[in-house]
C-alpha cells in the first residue's frame, strides 16, 4: 500500500516561493504518474499538475510560475509555486495521478492521497 | 478546458435512504475507440484527503462498498448510494481524466436528514 505524505512551510510571503515536498513510501515512485492537486478554503478541487519519467504537465493558468520535479534516489516529488499571492493560499495535496491494472495504466486517476498540508500565504 | 458542473450542490438524505448525485461535463469525456468514460469519483469527508470511489464511471475502487455505483455516459454521470450510511456523510466530487486539465466538479455536500 503506498503511502504518501506532504512536507514544507506552512506559512510564504507574498511574492515568494511556495515549495513542498511529497516522500514516497511502500512503492516506486517510477512507472506512475505524480500529481499536485490544491484546495483553497471553502472551495473545490483544483488539479495544478503532474509528473510522469520526467516530464512535467502543468495547469494552464499556473504554467509561468510552477514547476514539479521528480527525485528518484529518495522517492520524492516537488512542487515549486513561484510569485505566490493570497489566491494561492490552500491545503496542497501530493496524489498518486495513476491507476494500473492487469499490468496497464491510466493517468488522471488519483488513487492515493497525501494527509495534505495547508499553505497560507501572508505577510 | 472541460468544465464539470454537479447538481444539487447540497443533498439531504434519511439513514437508509438512496442518494442520487449528478455531474455533467461541457464536452464528451467519452472515447469512441473503446468506449470508455474518464470519470470518476471521490468522496471527501472534513480532515482528510479525498478517496476515490469510482472511476471509468463505474468500476468501483478495491475496497469501497456496494452501495455506491456509478452510472452515465457522454456527457451525463450518476453517482448513486443505495442505503445511506451515516459514514457516508461528506461532499462528492466528480472528475475527467480524458483531456488536461484534469477538472472536479464544485462538489455536492451529502447530509443526513
Known amino acids: 500500500q503506498v503511502q504518501l505524505q506532504e512536507s514544507g512551510p506552512r506559512l510564504v510571503k507574498p511574492s515568494e516561493t511556495l515549495s513542498l515536498t511529497c516522500t514516497v513510501s511502500?512503492?516506486?515512485?517510477?512507472?506512475?504518474?505524480w500529481s499536485w492537486i490544491r484546495q483553497p478554503p471553502g472551495k473545490g478541487l483544483e488539479w495544478t499538475g503532474d509528473?510522469?519519467?520526467?516530464?512535467?504537465n502543468y495547469h494552464p493558468s499556473l504554467k509561468s510560475r510552477i514547476t514539479i520535479s521528480v527525485d528518484t534516489s529518495k522517492n520524492q516529488f516537488s512542487l515549486k509555486l513561484s510569485s505566490v499571492t493570497a489566491a494561492d493560499t490552500a491545503v496542497y495535496y501530493c496524489?498518486?495521478?495513476?491507476?494500473?491494472?492487469?499490468?496497464?495504466?491510466?493517468?488522471?486517476?488519483?488513487?492515493?492521497w497525501g494527509q495534505g498540508i495547508l499553505v497560507t500565504v501572508s505577510s | 478546458d472541460i468544465v464539470m458542473t454537479q447538481s444539487p450542490d447540497s443533498l439531504a438524505v434519511s439513514l437508509g435512504e438512496r442518494a442520487t448525485i449528478n455531474c455533467k461535463s461541457s464536452?464528451?469525456?467519452?472515447?469512441?475507440?473503446?468506449?470508455?468514460?474518464?470519470l470518476s469519483w471521490y468522496q471527501h469527508k472534513p480532515g482528510q484527503p479525498p478517496k476515490l470511489l469510482i472511476y471509468?464511471?463505474?468500476t468501483r475502487e478495491s475496497g469501497v462498498p456496494d452501495r455506491f455505483s456509478g452510472s452515465g455516459s457522454g456527457t451525463d454521470f450518476t453517482l448513486t448510494i443505495s442505503s445511506l450510511q451515516a459514514e457516508d456523510v461528506a461532499v462528492y466530487y466528480c472528475?475527467?481524466?480524458?483531456?488536461?486539465?484534469?477538472?472536479f466538479g464544485q462538489g455536492t455536500k451529502l447530509e443526513i436528514k
Open positions: 472528475q475527467q481524466y480524458y483531456s488536461t486539465p484534469r477538472t
Open positions: 511502500g512503492g516506486s515512485i517510477s512507472t506512475y504518474y
Open positions: 471509468w464511471a463505474s
Open positions: 509528473i510522469y519519467n520526467g516530464v512535467s
Open positions: 496524489a498518486r495521478g495513476s491507476h494500473c491494472s492487469n499490468a496497464v495504466c491510466y493517468s488522471g486517476i488519483f488513487d492515493s
Open positions: 464536452q464528451s469525456v467519452t472515447t469512441s475507440s473503446n468506449n470508455r468514460n474518464y
